[in-house]
């Protein structure tokens, strides 16, 4: 049995859900999510003890994976109605910077165009400096992607550390040409 797979998800208070025909949504405070579950699970909401349920029908490979798969996108769900998730981005480099306008992130770094990345629906950018940018979601998988697409433009270089970063990154340093002589 799969150990995640296997735990009821708690709802909190102030937090919907419904489970009708393979899918599953949730309103929160926060925004609202829907997530249509693959045919093989079955997801029942007891509304008496406020918790959703995952199971299975047998223990087939696929049917394990997908198990504790939808038992953590459910929970991520409903955790995100109530906190949004957050990513943080840090901008190294001479003259390296993001501008927010018209919810278009514009980036300058290093290239000869400025790159242009429009802000997707239900993820929220924002620009705490030039250099550092915060993008929350209630979905974790938007919030995410929509990061990984801004580290993506200029990843760190080994060398000197230019680019875009998570907050927190190490990126591993190599020394260059003068060392070795």
Not at 40 to 51: I, L, Q
Request: proline fraction near 7%; hydrophobic fraction near 40%; glycine fraction near 10%.
């Amino acid at each position: 049995m799969s150990r995640v797979g296997k735990k009821p998800v708690p709802v909190a208070a102030g937090v919907e859900v419904g489970v009708q025909s393979g899918v599953v949504s949730v309103k929160g405070p926060k925004g609202e999510l829907s997530f249509a579950h693959h045919p093989n699970m079955a997801v029942d909401y007891d509304t008496d003890a406020k918790e959703i349920v995952v199971t299975r029908p047998n223990d087939e490979r696929e049917n394990r994976a997908l198990h504790g798969l939808t038992r953590a996108i459910i929970a991520n769900m409903v955790q995100g109605v109530q906190t949004p998730f957050e990513k943080k981005l840090e901008i190294q480099g001479v003259g390296y910077q993001a501008t927010l306008a018209n919810n278009v992130l514009s980036l300058q770094v290093g290239f000869a165009n400025i790159v242009k990345l429009p802000v997707p629906d239900g993820v929220e950018c924002q620009l705490v400096s030039p250099t550092l940018i915060v993008v929350r979601s209630a979905s974790k998988h938007a919030c995410g992607q929509f990061a990984a697409n801004i580290r993506r433009v200029r990843p760190p270089e080994p060398y000197k550390g230019k680019g875009i970063r998570y907050q927190g990154e190490v990126v591993r340093r190599k020394a260059g040409k003068a060392f070795g002589s």
